[in-house]
């Protein structure tokens, strides 16, 4: 019994599948070629176009993958870049806050002794009105006595 060997071309059409049948057996004129030959041999073209599909849909998915890989990685980068910028605007936001902060800071200790000057003014009012609560609370007393002297 003669084998036949494939060989890498590309698909053959069924006539040429015919062709190349109809040439292994000529070529092998003097061996006998049987149908279970012929059908290995159609099984065998089958498993290799299979297989090449397969590979080639196997590449592709994964073309698809890393593409698809890339195309995450590239998302990443552009979120990062806009973090990054988000973060440098937020930098000059305090940055600027510190700033004012301490120019309130000057401000209020420019008006500190005005502050205290005004705590000072606070507790002498509060003095004077306690002296004449007292001094009208005197003055009440005085005019009893002097009204009971006068009677």
Do not use: C, W
């Not at 070529?27 to 030959?37: E, G, K, P, R, V």
């Not at 041999?41 to 698809?64: C, G, N, P, T």
């Not at 500190?112 to 007292?134: C, G, K, M």
């Amino acid at each position: 019994m003669s084998r036949l060997i494939l060989t890498n071309s590309p698909t053959p059409t069924t006539s040429s599948r015919a062709q190349s049948l109809h040439s292994s057996v000529s070529h092998q004129s003097n061996q006998t070629f049987s149908a279970a030959d012929a059908a290995r041999h159609l099984s065998q073209e089958h498993v290799s176009r299979a297989s090449q599909d397969m590979f080639r849909k196997v590449a592709d998915y994964i073309r698809a993958e890393m593409l698809a890989t890339r195309e995450d990685y590239k998302l990443l980068e552009n979120m990062n870049i806009v973090t990054k910028d988000r973060y440098s605007e937020l930098a000059g936001v305090a940055q600027e806050l510190m700033q004012e902060v301490g120019k309130l800071r000057t401000t209020y200790s420019d008006f500190e002794p005005y502050l205290e000057r005004i705590d000072e003014i606070s507790q002498q009012a509060e003095t004077i009105s306690n002296i004449a609560s007292e001094l009208d609370e005197y003055t009440k007393s005085l005019e009893l006595r002097l009204k009971r002297i006068s009677k």
